[in-house]
């Protein structure tokens, strides 16, 4: 491994920016994304980035943005590269350090943000200033844009961007640093993840309504056992599985990291059709099931309105991770022959809470990225951290890459912090990086952006 080659000026900026952006509070509540794009602004134009180049903009005063262009030669298209700036709320008393303080203990960085994502926004502005004091030029333009609300709030600074200032990033590809990275087991990397498409997220809401009536006399005809044998069909239920081209590679290129059993199931089910023991098994692990079907399961209830009252309203809400190439209106009637009661009505919810149409939207493309920007990728990885595979995934969760993908950017997950896969802490209690993991996630990024634009 190459930390070494990080040289102390290098290293020790990458801290200090990384405290700056830790200790400035950045959650919806009460935090502020305008400070810390600030802060960030003020540490690129203070490295010599020209005033115009560097902007904050947004919708009002806390959930402001950072936009920076590092200008190329123009060879080609611009690269935007995206990372938000906001956290997850952290609570002191959860935590055994103040979540917005940064603490070096144990080999390990401590605070909000240390995996998701300041970490990253951290490396891509050192990296920036990095280049910057070189001289460097790339082959085209390099936009940096660290965002407001990918976590919730109303002001999704990528959207906001593309409504209001799509000239500032628009770009022929975005490198979204927010998903992909590094796998590891007890600190050894394991593979290199580049997410390469998504699943679309959609709420359900279900009802059944009843008139009711005295809790004394009641009657086989009942809302809430309309509603909870209607979820139970929904428990037994499972969408079918299907691969598409990321997935499938996703299964080959994981399958010689797995113990023996799980190898051949994987390799059993790039079969046509898969063989349904291997997919039986798979499908034990929510990871891997995540990623061979739609999944839909309920995650909310509510029903009645007296203890002795037969129940006049019965709701619960579905949520849904739904497959590339398949829409909402697609998933909605498989609910309703699953459910296949008419009296539970079954209504899409919108993200702001409202009942719409179901959208006919399907989602992500499923292509690989393009070798434009896998191959520096693998050739980098293979500098760091010689014979790890890089594996295209699917993103089963959801990220600011929908809306920049919706605009006709195709988006990719990449970056190169390595985290151990029993110590995800993201959005959890005493988040956390290896200090050795930050160090090559700085390395990495350095050479990943100058062998992307041809750098010298
Ligand atoms: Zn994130």
Redesign the pocket.
């Known amino acids: 491994m190459c930390s070494a080659a990080l040289d102390n000026a290098t290293r020790q900026l990458g801290r200090d920016i990384f405290r700056e952006l830790i200790e400035i509070n950045t959650t919806d509540s009460v935090g502020n994304t305008t400070r810390a794009a600030e802060a960030m602004a003020k540490r690129l134009t203070d490295s010599g980035f020209p005033k115009s180049d560097v902007q904050v903009l947004g919708p009002n005063d806390r959930k402001g943005n950072m936009v920076a262009r590092m200008h190329g030669s123009g060879a080609k298209k611009p690269i935007l590269i995206l990372g ?1 700036l906001d956290v997850v709320e952290a609570r002191r008393e959860d935590w055994t350090t103040d979540p917005f303080q940064f603490v070096e203990k144990d080999g390990y960085f401590y605070g909000r943000g240390t995996q ?2 300041k970490v990253d926004d951290a490396i891509l502005v050192t990296t920036f200033i990095r280049l910057k004091r070189e001289g460097y030029v790339p082959d085209r333009d390099l936009i940096l844009a660290l965002t407001a609300d ?2 919730g709030g109303k002001f999704n600074g990528v959207d906001w961007l593309l409504k209001n200032h799509r000239n500032l990033i628009d770009a022929e590809f975005a490198l979204n640093n ?1 998903a992909g990275g590094v796998t590891m087991r007890n600190g050894k990397p394991v593979n290199v993840d580049v997410e390469a498409t998504e699943k679309q997220y959609a709420d359900f809401e279900l009802t059944s309504t009843n008139p009711g009536g005295h809790s004394s006399l009641p009657t086989p005809d009942n809302a809430i056992y309309h509603l909870s044998d209607a979820l139970s069909r929904l428990e037994h239920y499972s969408f079918p599985v299907e691969l598409n081209a990321v997935t499938r590679t996703y299964f080959e290129r994981r399958a010689p990291l797995e113990n023996a059993q799980t190898r051949a199931d994987m390799n059993a089910i790039l079969h046509t059709p898969p063989d349904p023991a291997a997919v039986a098994r798979l499908s034990a692990d929510p990871r891997y099931n995540s990623m061979l079907r739609t999944t839909c399961v309920a995650t909310r209830l509510n029903a009645g309105h007296a203890n002795n009252a037969l129940p006049q309203t019965a709701q619960a809400i579905v949520n849904c991770r739904i497959l590339p190439g398949h829409s909402p209106a697609q998933t909605e009637q498989t609910l309703v022959s699953v459910f296949a009661d008419p009296k539970v009505r079954v209504q899409f919810l919108s993200a702001n809470g409202g009942v719409e149409k179901s959208p006919d939207s399907k989602g992500f493309p499923t292509v690989l990225p393009s070798p434009e920007a896998l191959r520096p990728l693998e050739q980098v990885a293979g500098e760091l951290w010689p014979g790890i595979p890089v594996i295209p995934d699917m993103e089963t969760g959801a ?1 600011d890459s929908i809306y920049t993908v919706a605009a006709g950017i195709p988006t990719y997950g990449i970056n190169g912090v390595g985290i151990d896969q029993d110590d995800v802490r ?1 959005h959890g209690k005493d988040e956390r990086v290896r200090i050795t993991s930050y160090d090559q996630g700085l390395e990495f990024a350095y050479r990943f952006l100058k062998t992307l634009t041809g750098g010298k």
């Open positions: 938000h998701d994502m990918e976590e927010d990220s993201a």
